[in-house]
């Protein structure tokens, strides 16, 4: 495995509990900014950015076939914040590289 470089994406891993744990902290962000709720919101894969706290890009899965990009900003622990919805991308096949955005 290489190290993880401050700035650099890592690889694309399989989402974890904590993963997902951040995508159902803002679902809720999600869903205002797109006007509609979703009850399928199951985070497929990640990769993350180290920055002044992490950015993490995650996969995530929104329909039958339909996924989202997510770019959700992770502040450092004695911020004592929670995750933050950045941006996101909408259209998205499970197929679709997972890319800075």
Do not use: C, W
């Not at 997510?70 to 914040?81: S, T, Y």
């Amino acid at each position: 495995m290489l190290p993880v470089m401050t700035g650099g994406l890592s690889e694309t891993k399989p989402a974890t509990p904590e993963v997902q744990h951040i995508v159902d902290q803002v679902k809720p962000q999600f869903e205002s900014r797109e006007n509609r709720t979703y009850s399928t919101f199951q985070a497929i894969v990640y990769r993350t950015q180290v920055v002044a706290g992490i950015n993490y890009f995650i996969k995530v899965q929104d329909s039958d076939t339909g996924y989202v990009h997510l770019r959700v900003f992770q502040a450092l622990p004695h911020e004592n914040q929670g995750p933050s919805l950045v941006s996101y991308e909408t259209g998205k096949t499970r197929d679709d590289p997972l890319n800075y955005f």
